[in-house]
């Protein structure tokens, strides 16, 4: 029970801190009040919920820089570099703390960081202690103390008053529990007769002595919600309680004002009567409400209308799906195989609602890219500063969907990329005003959907790539002669080697000793490319193209032996059948297959994996044409099946990892395929 | 054990979270809602369901609509005799007051002990048996 709370407040809290550091980049400079209330009740929000977990510390932090966000609210503080900063380091801090949390391993309270704010703040930075919250009371309840009192209360309350949710009972119950009735009238003189009584109608009134140990403020506040509807009178009674009973004919019991309680309303108490449930999903959120009216663009509110779910159920699902299409192919198969006509439609439609379930299913682990997205505002308003340059982030389609894993592992490949950008493609002010420029530069951040692929695109306005530096370096490492004539796009794939790096010097920035061939594996271990295109003198765009999910896969299903094996169709140029001319063997480079004249290494398939087959032959077999970046290989195969798509196992969890196999998938006769991973087929066979 | 149906009003889940821990093991149903708006969609939703809820908790600052706003909407609607109970971090007597005036039957304030809300909620919920 507890992990599920604590988890429910990880996920939050992420969430939160997001909205957080989103919202105070944009608010910097920014005088939108709303803007700023956004803000302030994200850190409230998290404040209280850390108080609800017991995290002090974290705690503390958010109550300075909820005690900042106030006084920018009231105007005493300006939005300004200097506060916006100090609250995102505060920001930073609350992801230090929450990480440690998760950890199980609480860092250091960043106390430095607190003096600071509270210093600001002209405030004592706060301690609290885990279950620091004796102090609330509701208004309702106390501790019984002191010695016991008389009173009298004379209580009338106003005829619709239950109309309104208040219940005389519930006062009498609240009296009740704070001291003991002696004595209670009923006045029952203003019921009317049985035809002109309403209902809703409160009729009675009543006189009440008790005593109590509280005093005559906290027998008041029993009172104090009905203000305007109720006429109260708490005193203290001296002496005056049991005396005149004979002259009482109507004491009535309490626990039954007759006749005035509106009936509840009806309701179908049978579990089974409730055709609507509605429990908390695993992560507390409840099913989102039908078509509520869209709320406005809120951060707080954008994830409102969702259900938590875990991650492992959405890949059980996927994958069972998965099966479901699987099995449907191979019914489709054996309808085949009886030449049942009927049975053959039947499956074909069983077919179609799969892969449309299938899709559907799909659908759901995809979410928009806008808070990855939303996360480089922080990072390009830091680069700004720590570059000296002045830098726009401009972001479009954040609404597009991808893949959560995708999104998960695209965010630091992008991260590098928007780095590159700032540090190496944008100009210092005064280079852009000399090159007649605005001064301040613009890296654009775009996603769309394109032929079944998510594009995602870094642009910067800067002052494009250097086609003779790269060559330069290219030349330097070997790997292409100073005076060859290729086309730009071959010289820029040089940036996505190994070892390339044409900064002078190493910045601080994006020479992290991370370089584009990192960036260029990420991607294509999602199975992604990634191109770039760049104009000298007005910019440079990195285009990433990515699957629109990891599960499936379009493959081309070629036989090796016994096996059959699954290419992803993204890599694939071309196959062909190559005759004895056009294979050679090169000392120190093994096999070459000419295609058009250009020489290309060839693998063969069988030896890399060590499968058992006739074929080896090259010019019996079939050569398929792989590309990736910066290279392109023959591969070969002894048949080609045939397209499909293929869910994908991982081989992972059923067995172990096998490098230059991404998994396996189930064909339509329920065979078993392998399925290449080229990049690290590439890795294994050119053994860089 | 209480088959009481208690919708709570917050935007925040980890808070919905603990008073769902909180009266959930003495069988009250809690429906959840992350903010006025959705309060009074929720309401609308189990009341076609036949399904009235025994009491509301809600929020005071949410976004979309916040809590005030909420209850004085929810007493302009056939649930206006719900009691609801405020639980919020708001501590100052003028949002207090102005809760009242809306109609609130109760004030919580953030961060609840268990025992207080368990308390509130059932003196809120008690009926004649």
């Given at each position: 029970m507890e992990d599920k709370l604590l988890n429910i407040f990880y996920d939050e809290s992420a969430e939160i801190i997001d909205t957080l550091e989103k919202g105070l980049v944009e608010l910097e400079g920014s005088d939108d009040p709303e803007e700023i209330n956004a803000v302030f009740r994200a850190a409230h929000t998290l404040k209280g919920n850390a108080g609800i977990v017991g995290f002090s510390d974290l705690v503390d932090l958010t109550h300075l820089m909820?005690?900042?966000?106030?006084?920018?609210?009231?105007?005493?503080?300006?939005?300004?570099?200097?506060?916006?900063g100090l609250l995102l380091s505060g920001v930073d801090a609350l992801k230090v703390l929450i990480h440690g949390y998760i950890a199980g391993d609480p860092p250091q309270r960043p106390q430095d960081l607190m003096e600071l704010m509270a210093q600001r703040l002209g405030e004592e930075v706060p301690h609290s202690f885990p279950g620091?919250?004796?102090?609330?009371?509701?208004?309702?309840?106390?501790?019984?103390?002191?010695?016991?009192?008389?009173?009298?209360?004379?209580?009338?309350l106003s005829r619709e008053v239950l109309g309104t949710g208040s219940d005389p009972l519930q006062l009498f119950l609240e009296l009740e529990e704070m001291g003991s009735f002696s004595r209670v009238e009923c006045h029952i003189e203003e019921l009317p007769h049985i035809e002109d009584l309403a209902v809703d109608g409160l009729y009675l009134y009543w006189d009440i002595w008790m005593n109590s140990q509280r005093d005559q403020d906290e027998i008041s506040e029993v009172f104090v919600f009905l203000q305007d509807r109720a006429e109260v009178n708490v005193e203290k009674a001296e002496?005056?309680?049991?005396?005149?009973?004979?002259?009482?004919?109507?004491?009535?019991?309490?626990?039954?004002?007759?006749?005035?309680?509106?009936?509840?309303?009806?309701?179908?108490?049978?579990?089974?009567?409730?055709?609507?449930?509605?429990?908390?999903?695993?992560?507390?959120?409840k099913p989102a409400p039908p078509p509520a009216p869209k709320a406005p663009a809120h951060p707080a509110a954008s994830s409102a209308a969702t259900i938590r779910v875990e991650t492992d159920k959405l890949d059980k699902l996927v994958n069972l799906v998965g099966e479901l299409v699987i099995g449907a192919a191979r019914v489709n198969q054996i309808a085949g195989m009886i030449h049942s006509q009927e049975l053959s439609s039947a499956v074909e439609s069983l077919g179609h609602i799969s892969r449309d379930l299938q899709e559907q299913v799909m659908r759901v682990r995809m979410i928009a890219v806008e808070g990855t997205f939303s996360r480089f505002q922080r990072v390009v308003r830091d680069l700004a500063a720590e570059l000296g340059k002045k830098i726009r982030l401009q972001m479009s389609g954040t609404e597009t969907e991808l893949d959560k894993n995708v999104i998960e592992q695209i965010a630091d490949p992008l991260k590098h990329l928007i780095r590159n950008s700032a540090d190496h493609g944008l100009e210092t002010p005064q280079e852009r005003l000399a090159a007649g420029k605005p001064e301040q530069g613009t890296i654009w951040l775009k996603a769309y959907q394109q032929e079944g692929k998510i594009i995602i695109e870094v642009a910067d306005d800067g002052a494009g790539i250097n086609r003779e530096k790269v060559m330069k370096k290219a030349a330097e490492k070997g790997w292409v002669t100073a005076d060859s004539q290729i086309s730009d796009s071959e010289v820029f794939a040089f940036m996505f080697q190994p070892g390339f790096s044409t900064a002078d010097k190493v910045s601080e920035v994006s020479g992290r000793g991370v370089g584009l061939d990192v960036v260029r594996q990420n991607i294509e271990s999602l199975r992604g490319s990634v191109e770039v295109e760049s104009k000298h003198g007005q910019g440079t765009t990195f285009r990433i193209k990515l699957p629109l999910t990891l599960a499936i896969i379009d493959g081309m299903t070629v036989s090796v032996g016994k096996e059959i094996i699954t290419i992803p169709l993204l890599s694939i140029v071309e196959s062909?059948?190559?005759?004895?001319?056009?294979?050679?063997?090169?000392?120190?480079?093994?096999?070459?297959?000419?295609?058009?004249?250009?020489?290309?290494?060839?693998?063969?398939?069988?030896?890399?994996?060590?499968?058992?087959?006739?074929?080896?032959?090259?010019?019996?077999?079939?050569?398929?044409?792989?590309?990736?970046?910066?290279?392109r290989f023959g591969m070969m195969v002894d048949d080609i099946l045939g397209e499909q798509q293929a869910v994908i196992k991982s081989l992972e969890h059923n067995y172990q990892k096998v490098q230059g196999i991404t998994g396996a998938t189930i064909l339509g006769d329920g065979r078993v395929s392998l399925i290449l991973d080229i990049h690290g087929l590439e890795k294994l066979v050119f053994d860089y | 054990m209480s088959n009481k149906t208690i919708l709570i009003v917050d935007d925040s889940a980890t808070l919905r979270m603990s008073v769902e821990m909180t009266l959930n093991p003495l069988g009250y149903n809690i429906v959840q809602a992350v903010n006025g708006k959705d309060g009074l969609q929720t309401l609308d939703d189990l009341?076609?369901?036949?399904?009235?809820?025994?009491?509301?908790?809600?929020?005071?600052?949410?976004?979309?609509?916040?809590?005030?706003?909420?209850?004085?909407?929810?007493?302009?609607?056939?649930?206006?005799?719900?009691?609801?109970?405020?639980?919020?971090?708001?501590?100052?007597?003028s949002k207090k007051r102005e809760g009242q005036q809306a109609g609130a039957s109760g004030w919580l304030v953030k961060p609840f002990q268990p025992q207080t809300l368990i308390a509130v909620v059932k003196k809120f919920t008690r009926t004649l048996s």
């Open positions: 909820e005690g900042l966000l106030d006084k920018m609210r009231a105007g005493v503080f300006q939005p300004d570099a200097a506060n916006v620091d919250d004796q102090k609330n009371r509701t208004d309702q309840s106390g501790t019984e103390q002191e010695l016991s009192g008389q009173f009298h209360i004379s209580l009338r002496g005056k309680t049991e005396t005149d009973s004979a002259a009482a004919p109507d004491v009535t019991e309490v626990k039954a004002p007759p006749g005035a309680v509106p009936a509840p309303p009806p309701r179908a108490d049978e579990k089974n009567g409730r055709p609507e449930n509605r429990p908390a999903g695993p992560g507390g959120e062909l059948r190559p005759t004895t001319s056009d294979l050679i063997v090169v000392e120190n480079k093994g096999e070459l297959v000419s295609v058009r004249g250009e020489f290309l290494p060839l693998v063969r398939l069988y030896k890399v994996f060590g499968f058992e087959t006739e074929r080896t032959d090259a010019t019996a077999a079939l050569v398929v044409i792989i590309e990736s970046i910066g290279r | 009341d076609a369901h036949g399904q009235v809820p025994d009491m509301i908790i809600s929020d005071i600052n949410m976004p979309v609509m916040g809590g005030i706003e909420f209850i004085k909407e929810v007493k302009n609607t056939k649930f206006r005799y719900l009691p609801i109970l405020v639980l919020t971090t708001e501590r100052e007597e």
